[in-house]
């Protein structure tokens, strides 16, 4: 292992900043100091908060909070990247998620798909290489074990095979070949090839080779080179092509090869020859006749959580989408408030009074939204736009918001009476007025159903309450249902009315 160079000074002044940003838990920032001075590099590279916290039984929020600020003072580097679900491996990485697109094509397995902000887009944390140099901030440096199975390969993946409970060893055991190709060498690697795929890759484009179940003695040759950063061949049958494959679950997945042809299996020679400028990163493996798989994660810090954390939004305001992209998001609860009879206050106590009461109870209920880990999107007059990851949250936030506001109700002479809603859905992330923010039918949906609360009143669609844990939180409540017609909703929607608290 490489020795270990802190530097000192700048540790120490960066944790000082750190540890003033906030409250903190006891020991929070001494943990981690000792994990910046003593983990290993591989741990210090893409830190998933999510499993920190695991780790040291603090709280996931908490967990979050500190990489965010330990961000912002320089002790860390967020990375953006988007996992590839079918063999593992990090498609891109990216230091702001203005750089983010919708649709990705794999490098190392050719796998082409949209993504969605929850599903492989994740967000991880990296020692900035001021305060501690890691290998992993030298790529180039790396042997190439290191750059596939470290550097590239996900941390975060749970293996779908018994007999690989870690996929790293999976990768492992179905690599072929493995090695760095100089600009104008030419390699050779010689296998037998039994039926099924084999593919080769340099880490930044691949090819595919599908062997049949019609056998040769003949050794069959495949002449290959690597020029401006994609694979050629003299090969006549070697063609770039689209392929679909399946999954365990027939679920269709399209790949796009530079080259790729059918072959006899047998005995096989590849040649590689480098005409590029730069070295190449050579990998030939062979899935053989598996299905197509689809890799699950382990608990992480996806996009769409990143968006729904406060403490990122108030920190990193720059960090916005690209305006000329609409990323998918596949589930997201919107949480939308506004005050009964505020024409009418406003009239009775004036604009500026009336605006420094509207502001207070903003206060309030960015206590409670907080509190409950989601975000506050924007306010637009009285109302108040939220997110959450979870639906839980945000129905506990708004039983909250209204017990706020009661409490707030006692200090001052003129009531402010809250209205809630809550739905969830799938919806797009864009960049509206240099903010993130969210657009679609389900955030339509959202504000009409809080437009049907009266006084006191949260307002649930079917969606929400159906959740796992949400009829929990409303135990002690009194929940009437109801089936209402909202604008631009053709079909009739299930909601459901929750009351004030009920007092024995
Ligand atoms: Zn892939």
Known sequence: M???????QQLDEQLTQLELTR???PRVISKLETFIRSALDVELFRINPVQYALERSMSEAEALDLFLHATKV?????????VCPHCGFIIDSLPSMNQLHTHYLCPICGSE??????????VAFSITPQVRDIQYHHPESLSIEDLYLNYRLSKELISPLPAFPAWRDAVIYITKYLGYVQPGEKVTAEFDLPPGILRATDSRT??????TYEQTEQTSLIPLRLVDGKF???DPEMQPRSLTSYTAESEPVQFRYDLERDLPSGRLVVEVENLQDRRSALCIYHPGEMPTPVLALRPSLSGKSLL?????RDLFRSEVINTNETLAIKDITFLFTDLKGSTAMYEQIGDAKAYFLVHQHFDALSRVIRDRNGAIVKTIGDAVMAVFDNPVEATSAALEMID??????????QALILKVGIHRGHSIAVTVNERNDYFGQNVNIAARVQALADANEVYLTADVYNSPGVSDVLKAHHVVPDEVLVKGVSEKLNVYKIGRQHRD
């Open 232 to 234: 050629q061949s003299d």
């Open 206 to 211: 691949c090819l595919q080779l599908s062997a």
């Open 74 to 82: 320089g002790l860390f580097e967020m990375d953006w990247h988007i």
């Open 23 to 25: 409250l903190w838990s």
């Open 2 to 8: 490489p020795d270990i160079t802190v530097n000192d």
């Open 308 to 312: 729904t954390s406060q403490t990122f």
């Open 113 to 122: 798909r949209d993504y969605a902000l929850d599903d492989y887009i994740q």
């Open 404 to 413: 706020a506001l009661d409490e707030f109700n006692r200090t001052i002479s």
